[in-house]
């Protein structure tokens, strides 16, 4: 059994079901490199314990392979069933069997072999780690001597690592990192690492946002099902392509849900297979294609980079005959009448109405809307007068006024992270997550705090604001989904447990009702949780931050009703401090004398 069968496998750039020679077919779309790429991807995920060394030689065997399914006469197993060969040849090698504790999948057989490896790869450790923390100088001179080489070596360590990424996020990632090494390793040494530094953390950014999109995706699927997910596709789409029609638009959604389960479950060959149908039969249709600009540009991309480019594509101009505002009472008779037979293609119909006439507003105010509008039908559709009834139930209900005020709340908040500058942005939100739910952790905090900020600070780069409130929503939401997904706020927060358990809309409209917590008893003020000396002045910028972050986490969780006013006496007080004694000649005993005077003020203060 030829182990480079491994590779096309594993790769998960799979074919269309019209193909007759699976792995030819990979090979030519994905070309040479990517095919290789991809190759050493899904061996790296599927085989943790594997050293480069054992790796390389299979991908060069899969390249071999690759060329001959591509040959006159191509080799039988071309046309096999891509998982089955896969986990074959992993299966015929005592070594790898061994080394990936894989004995007990390749005791089974068929579909139940399959959903063995795809529940073996989910439960290996996942680290985000980005990259080794050598000098910019090793890493230039790596990258100097041999670029693919180090591309290489980059690509698998960071697969091993992140088990569940799809092979294209791994790609994207791996040519953005490459570019920073590309733009600071053309400086001198000093030069390249100050470079390094500063590109290395907005690269970070970069990852930790694909990825959090990517475990939002599958959080909202998991949660809620198909019919919120299929709702989302639907207003995302629609708003991308408003000249596609609702029937168009439903059949490309349709096959947009059917790819979910696998990829949310790590079964990327199935994924991938199905991701490229969707994308070529997107890409194949030639009437969407002709009346939508974005969606033509990204079907002249490389094969691999097609899906990335449809999900990252902003909102095409809207067609000349499409009316400013749907009007839903002009059209409830025959709503109502598609609401009676089928009540999921009438709400999925009005998703689509309000979508496609309003790119500026976010996937959670539509269905927000969306959900009234249903609690409406279902109230009056099968009433006499249900045009009459509809209008009265959605009186105090208007899209317009919904998204108007969405859109005026994330302004201000724009204007707040630009008055206030990153760092003090920051340093609010974790004021403001500690006030509503102090019985959390500060590492809890810091990351719902830091990642808020993230948010603020990508969405509200939108100068006129015209997506500011897709972008700042959406982002919001998946970060709530991702902490109500990771943590049991049943016994830290009763309040917040209760959000977590709202509707998919209505989650961060919850959590911004919630008003400080009164009721918590905190537990004695320590000077040890302060933690200042003499290091304050040594620190890095972002060291510094934590360190304010825990002042005010220590200090607000102790009074959570603590006026404005007195946290920023507080902060001006520590700020006073930490100048006054990195200019002592011995700071350690500036510090240790005015810590705890600071502490006694800051104690009166939280008594006020």
Same mark, same amino acid.
């Given at each position: 059994?030829?182990?480079?069968?491994?590779?096309?496998?594993?790769?998960?750039?799979?074919?269309?079901?019209?193909?007759?020679?699976?792995?030819?077919?990979?090979?030519?779309?994905?070309?040479?490199?990517?095919?290789?790429?991809?190759?050493?991807?899904?061996?790296?995920?599927?085989?943790?314990?594997?050293?480069?060394?054992?790796?390389?030689?299979?991908?060069? $065997? @899969?390249? =071999?392979?690759?060329?001959?399914?591509? !040959?006159?006469?191509?080799?039988?197993?071309? +046309? %096999?069933?891509?998982?089955?060969?896969?986990?074959?040849?992993?299966?015929?090698?005592?070594?790898?069997?061994?080394?990936?504790?894989?004995?007990?999948?390749?005791?089974?057989?068929?579909?139940?072999?399959?959903?063995?490896?795809?529940?073996?790869?989910?439960?290996?450790?996942?680290?985000?780690?980005?990259?080794?923390?050598?000098?910019?100088?090793?890493?230039?001179?790596?990258?100097?001597?041999?670029?693919?080489?180090?591309?290489?070596?980059?690509?698998?360590?960071?697969?091993?690592?992140?088990?569940?990424?799809?092979?294209?996020?791994?790609?994207?990632?791996?040519?953005?990192?490459?570019?920073?090494?590309?733009?600071?390793?053309?400086?001198?040494?000093? $030069? @390249?690492? =100050?470079?390094?530094?500063?590109?290395? !953390?907005?690269?970070?950014?970069?990852?930790? +946002? %694909?990825?959090?999109?990517?475990?939002?995706?599958?959080?909202?699927?998991?949660?809620?099902?198909?019919?919120?997910?299929?709702?989302?596709?639907?207003?995302?789409?629609?708003?991308?392509?408003?000249?596609?029609?609702?029937?168009?638009?439903?059949?490309?959604?349709?096959?947009?849900?059917?790819?979910?389960?696998?990829?949310?479950?790590?079964?990327?060959?199935?994924?991938?297979?199905?991701?490229?149908?969707?994308?070529?039969?997107?890409?194949?249709?030639?009437?969407?294609?002709?009346?939508?600009?974005?969606?033509?540009?990204?079907?002249?991309?490389?094969?691999?980079?097609?899906?990335?480019?449809?999900?990252?594509?902003?909102?095409?101009?809207?067609?000349?005959?499409?009316?400013?505002?749907?009007?839903?009472?002009?059209?409830?008779?025959?709503?109502?009448?598609?609401?009676?037979?089928?009540?999921?293609?009438?709400?999925?119909?009005?998703?689509?109405?309000?979508?496609v006439r309003h790119p500026e507003s976010s996937q959670q105010v539509i269905l927000r809307f969306s959900k009234e509008a249903e609690q409406a039908f279902l109230q009056c559709c099968?009433?006499?007068?249900?045009?009459?009834?509809?209008?009265?139930?959605?009186?105090?209900?208007?899209?317009?006024?919904?998204?108007?005020?969405?859109?005026?709340?994330?302004?201000?908040?724009?204007?707040?992270?630009?008055?206030?500058?990153?760092?003090?942005?920051?340093?609010?939100?974790?004021?403001?997550?500690?006030?509503?739910m102090p019985q959390a952790s500060f590492l809890q905090l810091h990351i719902v705090s830091e990642t808020v900020a993230d948010v603020f600070h990508d969405c509200c780069k939108d100068?006129?604001?015209?997506?500011?409130?897709?972008?700042?929503?959406?982002?919001?939401?998946?970060?709530?989904?991702?902490?109500?997904?990771?943590?049991?706020?049943?016994?830290?927060?009763?309040?917040?447990?209760?959000?977590?358990?709202?509707?998919?809309?209505?989650?961060?409209?919850?959590?911004?009702?919630?008003?400080?917590?009164?009721?918590?008893?905190?537990?004695?003020?320590?000077?040890?949780?302060?933690?200042?000396?003499?290091?304050?002045?040594?620190?890095?910028?972002?060291?510094?931050?934590?360190?304010?972050?825990?002042?005010?986490?220590?200090?607000?969780?102790?009074?959570?009703?603590?006026?404005?006013?007195?946290?920023?006496?507080?902060?001006?007080?520590?700020?006073?401090?930490?100048?006054?004694?990195?200019?002592?000649?011995?700071?350690?005993?500036?510090?240790?004398?005015?810590?705890?005077?600071?502490?006694?003020?800051?104690?009166?203060?939280?008594?006020?």
């Amino acid at each position: 059994m030829q182990l480079l069968a491994v590779c096309s496998l594993l790769v998960l750039l799979c074919v269309s079901a019209r193909s007759q020679n699976q792995i030819c077919t990979i090979f030519t779309e994905a070309k040479k490199d990517g095919f290789k790429a991809m190759a050493l991807v899904g061996l790296a995920q599927n085989l943790p314990d594997s050293l480069l060394d054992d790796v390389v030689p299979l991908v060069a $065997e @899969a390249f =071999t392979m690759g060329i001959q399914c591509c !040959s006159d006469e191509p080799l039988e197993d071309c +046309n %096999r069933d891509v998982a089955d060969l896969f986990q074959s040849a992993v299966c015929s090698s005592e070594t790898l069997v061994e080394k990936s504790n894989l004995k007990h999948c390749c005791e089974k057989t068929a579909t139940e072999r399959t959903h063995c490896f795809v529940e073996h790869k989910a439960k290996i450790p996942r680290d985000l780690s980005l990259t080794s923390e050598s000098p910019a100088a090793d890493q230039c001179e790596d990258f100097k001597k041999d670029r693919k080489d180090f591309v290489e070596s980059f690509i698998f360590r960071f697969s091993k690592r992140n088990t569940m990424l799809p092979p294209h996020v791994i790609l994207a990632v791996t040519k953005s990192y490459g570019e920073v090494l590309a733009t600071c390793c053309g400086k001198g040494e000093t $030069e @390249a690492q =100050t470079c390094f530094d500063t590109k290395k !953390s907005t690269f970070q950014h970069f990852v930790r +946002n %694909r990825v959090n999109e990517l475990k939002a995706l599958c959080i909202v699927h998991n949660k809620y099902g198909d019919r919120i997910f299929k709702a989302k596709k639907m207003i995302q789409y629609s708003q991308k392509m408003p000249q596609a029609s609702f029937q168009e638009m439903k059949g490309i959604v349709d096959k947009i849900v059917a790819t979910t389960a696998p990829c949310c479950s790590g079964d990327m060959i199935t994924c991938m297979k199905l991701r490229k149908v969707l994308v070529d039969e997107v890409c194949g249709d030639r009437s969407v294609l002709s009346r939508t600009a974005g969606l033509k540009a990204c079907c002249k991309e490389h094969a691999i980079d097609r899906g990335s480019c449809v999900e990252a594509m902003k909102p095409d101009t809207k067609p000349d005959s499409l009316s400013e505002r749907y009007d839903l009472h002009a059209d409830i008779a025959a709503v109502c009448h598609t609401f009676t037979e089928n009540p999921d293609v009438a709400l999925g119909k009005l998703i689509y109405e309000l979508s496609v006439r309003h790119p500026e507003s976010s996937q959670q105010v539509i269905l927000r809307f969306s959900k009234e509008a249903e609690q409406a039908f279902l109230q009056c559709c099968d009433k006499e007068d249900h045009a009459e009834c509809v209008k009265t139930a959605l009186a105090d209900s208007n899209i317009d006024k919904m998204i108007t005020d969405e859109i005026e709340y994330y302004k201000n908040m724009c204007a707040a992270e630009a008055a206030l500058g990153d760092y003090n942005f920051e340093k609010s939100m974790m004021v403001y997550y500690t006030r509503i739910m102090p019985q959390a952790s500060f590492l809890q905090l810091h990351i719902v705090s830091e990642t808020v900020a993230d948010v603020f600070h990508d969405c509200c780069k939108d100068q006129p604001g015209h997506l500011v409130l897709p972008c700042a929503e959406e982002k919001s939401t998946n970060v709530l989904d991702s902490t109500c997904n990771d943590d049991d706020y049943s016994s830290i927060n009763p309040r917040i447990a209760h959000c977590c358990n709202q509707s998919y809309s209505m989650r961060r409209p919850c959590i911004l009702a919630i008003q400080p917590d009164t009721e918590f008893t905190p537990p004695e003020l320590d000077a040890n949780d302060f933690h200042m000396g003499p290091e304050l002045c040594t620190k890095n910028s972002k060291d510094l931050l934590l360190s304010g972050k825990k002042l005010l986490y220590d200090v607000v969780r102790h009074k959570t009703i603590i006026t404005e006013d007195h946290l920023k006496i507080i902060s001006t007080n520590y700020s006073i401090m930490k100048g006054k004694c990195c200019a002592a000649e011995d700071k350690e005993a500036c510090f240790t004398e005015e810590a705890a005077k600071l502490l006694a003020e800051s104690v009166e203060l939280i008594k006020a």
